[in-house]
């Protein structure tokens, strides 16, 4: 430890010196009872007031807000055409766009000039992904990717997924040529980090839904707008772990290099962005992530590729086909993200320069180079290796049996499900809402600003004013009231699951093996996919969306639980089982309070989720902010209710990250 | 050892090279087939709105134009709003069935003059409050609204807070169903499904399962050939009976569905937008082709083929 | 202070006062953290304060306070203390890595405090090397461009950069390594990368923080060896840092002792031991061996009348062990003589009671 560590972070800490100082008098009294004492005088309140000023607004319902939405964006649908900003801005950048991603849609999906079928067909690609996965990878995860993408081709999905690679990499690559340079100066300054933030929380927090149909106006329908939307969407992953790649490069090798009078930009180059490569590539395996989880959305604009597949066959409730394509996105998910992680251990594992197998490795590159562009060739050349061979059969088996297993569990659990669904509506659900919703206004915003306080200390209190004084001039408290419920809800029943799997996986290497690829393929799959089957168990209710929204946030708090509990050092498990501790008690009280850090952020990250599937949950029944979004999307009259539903769902996630991340900061002071 | 892998490396080239020669058919052998039928019609821009009825429409239209016309039919997936938006762009020919939206048609067709009403589509929407088939015929009467208070409890849910359930839907169409209940006293609560997805799970469950549900429906709907809801009769419409939303106390009229198309696709001369503006079938006729669709798992392509070819009389009508 | 040459066993020849004019040579300095730290040293109340009645006065730390030193031309310089102690910050604050907030350092009569950025750049350059406590090496360069990192970012071109490299990577003992990178290598073998890499440029000043704290016991003393060794082959000025009192009697000629901030005290390892300043430094030394430190100067005893002065001479400054043998064997008392005059005589009694340790804290 130097000096000079500790020096540097004894400015801050003077600074937040204070705030504990005012903060700390309810100490004496313990947290918990004060958050006790809020619930009561809560309750009691909520009695004698009930259902007095409660902000409920009907359904076709506007306010002046909602209208002057409507009328900004009518007039510029109005005036697009003759604007300087369109004619001169908007349309070179859906120009430079659309010729990106038509360039690749031609090069491996669309029939381009004069040929029925790709420049690159399916042999040439699988070729390439091979080779591209072996060069950055290794020769497993290549493995894969070829099995991975024969496979695309085996379930009939051929050019679909080539129309969703296409654009996901387009997207991925636009997203990217910001993203990282911003993230680079966020992680040099924390100024720009402290003004791009907020940014980053409203690209991820705000429905898709509320900025698709804008953006067909800004930038038309076709292949800029659906790369525009998803770029957008996946862009602030990439940017933050950027940001975070740079700030944990070690300080010493920094320091290193200025000692030895390299300038900033030369610090830059040679030390900064080479140290922090190998987090810097798991900031783009993120943003792959986030662009496959917008190909059903991007869908609704015509955007090509699986994501249409899968709106299609729910047309029909045709969950058999929506599966096999929510399958394949599956698949390719998968792949890309063992790809890009392989590529990522390798910046620190391959030049072990022990291995014989290096020295050749220049000439194997050369020769797999060979073999890829042979294979390219054969695929531009020749029928058979341009369109992929076969009917899809593989794709009609998977159908099929995924058709038999919803319609038995459909005929079978439903009794289950239902009274599974009204025990946790009515014990639960039901009270809380009418707690949230028939409270005057007033009350609750009061409510949540103490206990903000309480737990997150004064910033956060005066964040959660600002929320809700916002909330209510959205002029959706009643809707927002409903669907903070069912979130609440949806994020205690996540918790739960998180910490029971979470604790299970971190103590057993066996579990986390076996369940971790079950969980990717939770986050990828289009919960469009799964919609139907949980419609058939627990009917078109606010349950429903619970369960989607569960599905869609527990994996990412079951994995960052088990990272926690296996973080734990063994020496600590070790001591306490050496005093007699039996395994719920290391659990109890070694494990779970030790990874208090994972738990917090497992509740910020899950909250979080859970919001993000606020939209989905409103075509299921959930009503309320989601649905106010869908209606936005779809019924111009009701665009700018939707605008502000979608803005409510925004004040929502900063309210519970911010109270989150301050309980979590003093939770770990 | 590095000259080894170069041998291999240039082998493999051989062996590649090898297989080209007799590796069977090339690319472009047969390109000449498919761009035959390029004749005059040009680019057809087709909004495909998400239903099934409505993808009916456009498959037998997209047919007909691509083998009869020649045209090159561009479908795109898009949502009615911004559909509508793509006719100013340029973007969308045409939007081949159209329920109502008074509000769209006011500042497309009338404010931006950048759309154009092709006539009907032969099709008759129903818009109301549908009853699966076992409950209409266990509780005949269930069938006037006036008796619905009596079993308001027996549609009581989760969701319902105490009252009967109507269920509410696709969030695309105007429902005057709160004020309806409102208005008509009723002791139901309007919960929103929230997409037409979930309706139709809905009525198939309780079809299966002998459920109690009532919700938004409207016809014609591929569904309807699998479940054939019964509708439930409301107070009758009068013209100017709804002009006020909040006061709604009547049934949903009874919509001329219609095609719309963009202002500059009607002089443009394409012998699609004649296809498009002769367009029109009957409420079966497109059961017909959208069961094809969504109960027989056919591509729309061939549905439509199936149907052309059985119907060639009225195709032939279409594009005199 | 008077410096006084001493002799250790590894000592090396050069003596500080060889030549006139220091190389480095610190002034006041004062480093102070928190707000308003600038008008910290300037305030004669505030300078007076214990770092704990600074801190709740003015929420500031002072980690540097009036500090003065000199360090002569191939000197080893070490800079003493308990972790936070303030002499890493110190160290830090001679290039600027930490700007000083008081106070001057001058070098070769520079004040460094006056240079700008592309001075300060040319002197990190070629004139200071640094090396770290926790290696500081880039990962994903091989042992070799590591090394030759400080000279690429001087403009050197690859080849010349690459050649000076692999002769300062054979000079640590790293010959057969160069195509390693840093993760391959033991703890002690990286840090010998960071000594190589600050040996590279070739500058007149080495500064090294703790460098051999990281690493095992035994291979800190090997790199202690190591340091000594360059010392002798090089010659280069060395300033120091370390906590352990025995690296710091074993490399440096002297020794400053720092706590909480100030300078406590600054001499030769043998004042040290034989003359603590105050009961912190006593604390200090208590435990060292004292035979090994002290010299003859130290233990001497007046000439009394009726001493014999036949027996043999040695020099003041020949350490007690190694005087032991040649005391014990004398018949009479030994004389120590400097330049032909008779300082004083040490006994068997005066040895013993070093070497038995009886001679206490007295």
């Known amino acids: 430890m130097t000096v000079a560590v500790q020096k540097t972070q004894r400015p801050q800490r003077t600074g937040t010196e204070e705030p504990p100082a005012t903060a700390r008098r309810p100490r004496t009294v313990s947290r918990p009872m004060i958050v006790a004492a809020i619930l009561v005088v809560w309750l009691v309140l909520f009695a004698v007031l009930r259902g007095r000023q409660t902000l409920s607004l009907g359904a076709a319902d506007l306010t002046d807000l909602h209208r002057w939405f409507n009328d900004v964006n009518d007039s510029i649908g109005a005036n697009r055409n003759s604007n300087p900003l369109f004619l001169y801005f908007f349309n070179e950048i859906r120009l430079v766009i659309d010729t990106l991603v038509t360039f690749v849609q031609e090069l491996i999906s669309q029939p381009t000039a004069g040929r029925p079928v790709p420049q690159i067909g399916w042999l040439g690609v699988v070729g390439i992904v091979g080779y591209v996965s072996w060069a950055v990878g290794n020769w497993r995860v290549a493995l894969l990717a070829v099995a991975g993408f024969t496979f695309l081709g085996l379930q009939g999905l051929w050019q679909e997924s080539m129309d969703t690679l296409a654009l996901t990499l387009s997207a991925v690559c636009v997203a990217l040529l910001f993203a990282l340079p911003l993230g680079v100066w966020a992680g040099l300054s924390d100024r720009v980090s402290r003004i791009v933030t907020p940014f980053l929380d409203f690209m991820q927090t705000m429905p898709t839904f509320v900025y698709l149909a804008p953006l067909t106006l800004f930038f038309l329908i076709g292949p800029a707008s659906a790369t525009i939307a998803t770029a957008i969407y996946a862009a602030p992953p990439a940017i933050r772990i950027t940001a975070h790649a740079i700030r944990s490069v070690p300080e010493t090798t920094v320091e290193a290099a200025n000692s030895m009078g390299a300038t900033r930009r030369q610090a830059l180059l040679k030390v900064l962005l080479p140290m922090s490569k190998r987090t810097v590539v798991m900031g783009v395996n993120q943003t792959i992530m986030a662009a496959l989880a917008m190909v059903t959305i991007a869908a609704l604009i015509n955007a090509p590729g699986l994501g249409a597949t899968v709106v299609q066959a729910l047309q029909s409730l045709d969950v058999g086909t929506a599966f096999n394509a929510g399958l394949a996105i599956v698949v390719m998910a998968i792949v890309l993200d063992r790809v890009t992680t392989a590529a990522s251990a390798r910046a620190d594992t391959a030049r072990g320069s022990d291995s014989p197998f290096l020295k050749w490795r220049r000439q194997l590159v050369v020769a797999g180079g060979v073999v890829a562009a042979v294979l390219v060739y054969l695929s531009h050349t020749y029928l058979w290796a341009a369109e992929f061979p076969g ?74 004013v600002v929320c809700v004084g916002l909330l209510v001039g959205t002029g959706l408290w009643s809707d927002a009231m409903t669907t903070l419920a069912s979130t609440a809800v949806a994020t205690v029943l996540v918790m739960l699951l998180g910490v029971a799997l979470g604790v299970w996986m971190g103590r057993s290497a066996l579990v986390d093996r076996l369940l971790r690829p079950t969980l990717d393929a939770a986050q990828v799959m289009p919960p469009f996919v799964y919609l139907v089957p949980f419609l058939a168990l627990f009917g078109a209710t606010r349950f429903t969306a619970i369960v989607a929204a569960i599905v869609y946030a527990a994996p990412v708090a079951i994995k960052i639980i088990a990272d926690g509990v296996r973080a734990v050092p063994g020496t600590t498990v070790e001591a306490a089982m050496s005093t007699g501790c039996n395994t719920w008690q290391i659990i109890t009280k070694v494990q779970l309070p030790m990874s208090r850090g994972a738990l917090t952020l497992a509740t910020n990250q899950g909250l979080i989720y859970v919001l993000s599937m606020v939209v989905v949950g409103g075509l ?30 925004v004040l929502l996630g900063v309210m519970f990250d911010r109270i989150t991340q301050a309980a979590a900061r003093r939770a770990g002071a | 050892m590095a000259r080894h892998w170069r041998a291999g490396a240039a082998g493999l080239a051989v062996l590649g090279l090898t297989l080209t020669a007799c590796g069977g058919a090339k690319v472009g052998d047969d390109s000449a087939a498919g761009s035959g039928s390029s004749g005059k019609c040009g680019t057809f821009n087709l909004a495909i709105n998400p239903w099934v009825g409505y993808e009916a429409n456009a498959a037998v239209l997209a047919y007909v134009a691509e083998h009869d016309l020649g045209c090159k039919v561009e479908q795109k997936d898009l949502k009615e709003e911004i559909a509508w938006q793509g006719f100013g762009t340029g973007e969308v020919d045409a939007v081949v069935e159209n329920w109502g939206h008074d509000d769209l048609k006011k500042k497309y067709i009338t404010d931006q003059k950048t759309a154009l009403d092709a006539g009907p589509t032969g099709n008759k929407g129903l818009i109301g409050w549908y009853v699966p088939p076992w409950l209409a015929k266990a509780h005949p009467d269930i069938l006037d609204w006036k008796n619905l208070d009596k079993y ?30 409102k208005n008509l006293k009723l002791d139901f609560k309007v919960v929103y499904a929230g997409s037409e997805t979930a309706l139709i799970q809905a009525y198939r469950n309780a079809e299966k399962n002998k459920e109690w549900v009532i919700g938004y429906f409207y016809e014609p709907q591929w569904f309807m050939s699998e479940v054939p809801l019964k509708k439930v009769s409301l107070p009758e419409y009068k013209t100017g009976c709804d002009a006020d939303a909040e006061k709604v106390a009547c049934d949903y009229p009874v919509y001329e569905l219609d095609k719309i198309v963009s202002a500059k696709f009607a002089k443009s001369g394409s012998p699609a937008y004649d296809l498009v503006k002769n367009f029109t079938w009957t409420n079966e006729d497109q059961n017909t082709v959208a069961k094809y669709i969504a109960v027989d798992k056919m591509a729309p392509e061939a549905a439509a083929k199936k149907w052309v070819e059985a119907n060639r009389d009225k195709v032939d009508a279409w594009i005199k | 202070m008077t410096p006084a040459t001493t002799e250790v066993p590894q000592r090396r020849g050069t003596p500080q006062d060889a030549a006139g004019t220091p190389v480095i040579s610190v002034r006041e300095l004062w480093k102070v953290f928190g707000p308003k730290a600038a008008q910290v040293p300037g305030s004669e109340e505030l300078r007076g304060l214990t770092r704990r009645e600074l801190m709740d006065r003015t929420g500031c730390t002072a980690a540097v306070r009036d500090v003065n030193f000199e360090v002569a031309p191939g000197e080893v310089f070490v800079v003493m203390g308990l972790s936070g102690s303030g002499k890493s910050t110190l160290v830090r604050c001679l290039t600027r890595l930490i700007e000083p907030t008081a106070g001057e350092i001058l070098f070769e009569g520079e004040d460094i405090r006056d240079a700008d950025a592309s001075r300060l750049r040319e002197l990190r350059r070629s004139k200071f090397s640094m090396v770290f406590q926790h290696f500081g090496l880039l990962p994903h360069r091989r042992v070799v461009d590591n090394v030759a990192f400080g000279l690429e970012i001087r403009g050197m071109s690859r080849a010349e950069r690459t050649k000076r490299a692999l002769e300062v990577v054979e000079l640590v003992g790293l010959s057969g390594y160069e195509s390693s990178y840093p ?74 002792i720092m706590r909480d901030g100030r300078m406590v005290q600054c001499g030769t390892g043998d004042e040290l031991v034989g003359a603590p300043a105050d009961d912190y430094v006593r604390d200090f030394v208590r435990d060292v061996p004292r035979g090994d430190v002290l010299t003859l100067r130290w233990i001497m005893r007046p000439v009394e009348p009726d001493d014999p002065l036949d027996g ?50 007295a």
């Open chain 2, 152 to 181: 308001a409890s027996k549609f009581k849910t989760s969701e319902s807070g105490g009252k009967g359930q109507l269920l509410d839907g696709d969030p695309s169409f105007v429902t005057n169903d709160e004020a309806l209940v």
């Open chain 3, 312 to 361: 043999p001479e040695l020099g003041p400054d020949v350490v007690v062990k190694e005087a032991t043998r040649a005391v014990l064997a004398a018949e009479k008392p030994v004389k120590v003589v400097e330049n032909g005059t008779l300082l004083g005589i040490v006994g068997d009694e005066e040895i013993l009671a070093v070497v038995a340790g009886q001679e206490g804290d």
């Open chain 1, 620 to 649: 299921v029944g959930a009503g309320a902010l989601g649905y106010d979004v869908v209606a936005g999307f779809s019924q111009g009259q009701l665009y700018g209710k939707g605008l502000a539903a979608g803005l409510a769902i």
């Open chain 3, 183 to 256: 993760d391959q290598l033991s703890g002690g073998m990286q840090q010998r990368v960071g000594l190589a890499r600050a040996l590279a440029g070739d500058p007149e000043v080495l500064l090294f923080d703790e460098p051999f704290s990281a690493l095992d016991p035994l291979i800190r003393r090997d790199m202690q060896n190591e340091v000594v060794r360059l010392h002798h082959e090089v010659g280069k000025t060395m300033l120091f840092i370390t906590h352990d009192l025995s690296e710091a009697l074993r490399l440096g000629d002297r020794i400053l």
């Open chain 1, 391 to 464: 009917e899809g059969s593989a794709g009609s088996t998977i159908a099929k049996a995924a058709t038999d297993v919803t319609t038995w569990a459909q005929d079978n659990l439903s009794g289950l499900t239902n009274a599974f669904r009204d025990v946790l509506t009515n014990g639960l659900l039901n009270p809380f809402q009418t707690l949230l919703t028939d409270s005057p206004w007033w009350l609750v915003g009061a409510a949540l600003v103490a206990l903000g306080t309480v737990l997150g200390g004064w910033r956060a209190g005066a964040t959660t």
